[in-house]
């Protein structure tokens, strides 16, 4: 008995090994959101490759952590040419490239679109499950749910409008990121209020009608030529800016899931509490 006991201690901590053996150690991602996720969870030195927004402030809020780091535009010739053993991207974009590496066959973790809190929880877990678990992985998960589930608002209190309007009267509806942390803010949202899940063009005329007391307008994109902030001028939605709060909320914050996302559910927190 004890020596099929010490038999099984020693399988176990063979199969230890080899698992923690067996993490990829030169790992790519060829996406702004996984970006952000492989560089909470895996130690720089494993990280071969980033993709080129990664040094977006518009898009990605990681800075700093990507500099001397080489930076990808999601070609399979650069993927290739950096000898990965795992590739993190997501399923939207580079699809010839997610093919061609797939057929050749590389390990491509695919990460869903992460349309809540919950799924940027159950993308850091597939994530750390890819890349090897250990205690600081862990951690950092359970610290975020624990944080969401702290940091969520009763819903029985009564609820203010909150519209994110951004450029050409972008907005976005039930079944996204934004809908989910204003809805956990204690807003109710214009995907709500109107019926409608996902991203949608809403004219200046259906937003005057509404009247949110919360609003932001995103990335004004004033550089020329982009003109599509030219209705951010208009006349009208002046006028409504004199009677409603104005925030502003990092695009880098909420265009992509991750555990800074809790940064863009306390400002509207915050500024649930000063309505």
């Known amino acids: 008995m004890l020596a099929a006991y010490c038999s099984s201690l020693f399988l176990l901590g063979f199969a230890t090994t ?9 790992i790519v991602s060829i996406n702004v959101c996984t970006d952000q996720l492989v560089a909470l969870l895996v130690e720089r030195e494993r990280i071969i490759s980033l993709s080129h927004l990664a040094r977006d402030p518009n898009s990605s809020w990681l800075g700093p952590f990507s500099d001397g780091l080489p930076l990808n535009h999601g070609t399979a010739e650069e993927v290739i040419a950096l000898r990965p053993d795992l590739i993190v991207t997501a399923p939207f974009g580079f699809r010839p490239t997610i093919s061609i590496l797939k057929n050749l066959g590389y390990t491509v973790l695919e990460l869903p679109i992460a349309k809540s809190f919950h799924d940027i929880s159950e993308n850091l877990q597939l994530l750390a499950n ?15 749910n624990e944080a969401v589930t702290v940091e969520t608002v009763s819903s029985d209190l009564p609820l203010p409008l909150f519209v994110s309007y951004e450029a050409s009267g972008w907005t976005m509806g039930n079944n996204s990121l934004p809908n989910n942390i204003a809805q956990r803010a204690g807003f ?29 307008l995103g990335n004004p994109w004033n550089d020329a030529p982009a003109l599509v902030s030219e209705a951010m001028w208009h006349p009208a939605l002046q006028e409504l800016l004199k009677r409603t709060k104005l925030i502003n909320i990092p695009d880098s914050l909420w265009l992509c899931g991750s555990p800074k996302t809790l940064e863009a559910l306390r400002i509207l927190q915050r500024a649930r509490r000063d309505l």
């Open 188 to 216: 109710e949202t214009i995907g709500d209020r109107l019926g409608f899940s996902g991203g949608r063009k809403i004219d200046l005329e259906k937003l005057l009608i509404i009247e949110p007391e919360l609003i932001e």
């Open 18 to 26: 080899v698992l923690a053996s067996d993490r990829p150690q030169r």
């Open 130 to 144: 890819a890349v090897g678990e250990n205690k600081e992985t862990k951690a950092l998960i359970r610290h975020f």
